[in-house]
């Protein structure tokens, strides 16, 4: 699909969570896209670890974004399994995520998160999911008011 980087960004700046975490979209290829989220006090748990959920928003945005990259913009998460693997400490979380395989309608994409503490990175948890299209962009064969000929 033929989508920019400048739009992908402008999808994740959408969403509010997104907002509410710094959450950026630093790649978005064909290869792999990435995620990363600055690591502040307000998404750790009691512990000091960066909080489960925010790991999972993680892996699951990284895993929609490059099942977007297939796929084209109008989909959805369908199913995902998180390992957590370590507590994630840091100053970044980083996550990057492929598409193993894609159809017409699904992908199948994995995704790595990582904690960034100067140069070294951490592996704290491995992502699998299912990326589903919901539909077609506006203006696409076939779709509501796009071109049928």
Same mark, same amino acid.
């Given at each position: ?52 959920? !925010?790991? $999972?928003?993680?892996?699951? @945005?990284? +895993?929609?974004? #490059?099942? =977007?990259?297939? &796929?084209?913009?109008?989909? !959805?998460? $369908?199913?995902?399994?998180? @390992?957590? +693997?370590?507590? #994630?400490? =840091?100053?970044? &979380? ?56």
């Amino acid at each position: 699909m033929n989508i920019s980087i400048d739009e992908a960004r402008r999808v994740l700046q959408a969403q509010p969570f997104s907002r509410l975490l710094e959450a950026r979209l630093t790649e978005f290829s064909d290869t792999a896209t990435e995620l990363r989220i600055p690591i502040r006090e307000h998404v750790k748990q009691q512990n000091g670890f960066v909080h489960g959920g !925010v790991v $999972s928003y993680a892996a699951d @945005n990284a +895993l929609t974004f #490059a099942g =977007g990259v297939v &796929l084209g913009p109008l989909v !959805v998460t $369908s199913e995902y399994k998180i @390992n957590y +693997l370590r507590p #994630a400490i =840091g100053d970044w &979380l980083i996550a990057r995520a492929r598409a193993v395989y894609a159809g017409q309608r699904q992908a199948a994409c994995r995704a790595e998160v990582f904690t960034r503490s100067g140069d070294e990175e951490t592996l704290c948890a491995l992502a699998q999911g299912t990326i589903s299209r919901v539909g077609q962009p506006p203006g696409a064969a076939g779709s509501p008011g796009g071109s049928r000929s």
